[in-house]
């Protein structure tokens, strides 16, 4: 079976470099959202709360960063013109989610929920699940840069497990609603789990279904370029 591996950055090394600091940032947001969430539950708005917080809102500062630096390059420098929007829109895309991560962890900084002891396993489910997704998509996604054929393959973990998510994030809400708590808890619970997995639903909507998308683009402009290049030699070799 022919099987070539194809990568964007042939020439472009400055601008490899740029996304795949942003794919850095990416898994850092994913990174302390984990840590984060457990630090909530362990020690509420804590000073290492309010710590990580920080730093996390500096990850997702820096990633918009990056990526108006990487939209910058490949307009002024015209690169890989043939797949520009695609770039672009897989990087916006990326950004979403990190964005999700610092919202999620403002959010739990600025309500400072009440979740009981109780239910803090399943929180730390949820968002392990969401940032596992996250950090799926980037490998899909510097997959999509580097070898058009395995982004298919990394995808689809990503869709596994942003159904894991789902499927744990209702049961959570059930056995919240199922509970004594006061109502107005239980409403307030319900909104953020629903923002915990909305990051992955995120990660699974906007970000593999772009890369798959214009994975199967390049792989058919790059494969048209090898036919284009072998008839060029075979016409050559006939002269």
Same mark, same amino acid.
């Given at each position: ?66 990526? =108006? @630096?990487?939209?910058? *390059?490949? $307009? ?5 013109? !043939?797949?520009?929007?695609?770039? %672009? ?62 982004? =298919? @393959?990394?995808?689809? *973990?990503? $869709? ?5 998510? !789902?499927?744990?994030?209702?049961? %959570? ?67």
């Amino acid at each position: 079976m022919f099987h070539a591996k194809f990568s964007l950055f042939s020439k472009t090394k400055p601008l490899e470099n740029k996304i795949d600091l942003f794919h850095d940032k990416l898994l850092d947001a994913a990174m302390n959202f984990k840590k984060a969430i457990r630090i909530y539950l362990k020690e509420k708005r804590s000073e290492e709360y309010k710590k990580i917080n920080k730093q996390i809102k500096q990850i997702e500062h820096d990633a918009d960063n990056l990526r =108006r @630096d990487i939209e910058a *390059k490949l $307009y002024t420098q015209n690169l890989i013109p !043939d797949l520009r929007a695609d770039v %672009l829109n897989l990087v916006e895309n990326l950004d979403k989610v990190i964005n999700k991560f610092d919202e999620v962890v403002y959010e739990f900084y600025i309500e400072q929920p009440d979740i009981p002891e109780e239910y803090h396993m399943r929180f730390t489910e949820i968002c392990d699940l969401s940032a596992d997704c996250a950090e799926n998509l980037s490998i899909a996604s510097r997959a999509f840069f580097r070898d058009f054929s395995s982004v =298919r @393959d990394f995808s689809q *973990k990503v $869709y596994f497990i942003e159904h894991e998510s !789902d499927v744990s994030s209702g049961h %959570l809400k059930q056995a919240v609603f199922d509970s004594e708590l006061p109502l107005a808890n239980k409403l307030q619970l319900n909104i953020l789990i629903s923002e915990i997995a909305e990051i992955a639903e995120t990660a699974e909507t906007v970000g593999v279904g772009e890369a798959i998308g214009a994975a199967d683009r390049g792989a058919d402009m790059s494969v048209g370029g090898v036919c284009r290049s072998a008839r060029t030699s075979v016409g050559d070799a006939g002269r």
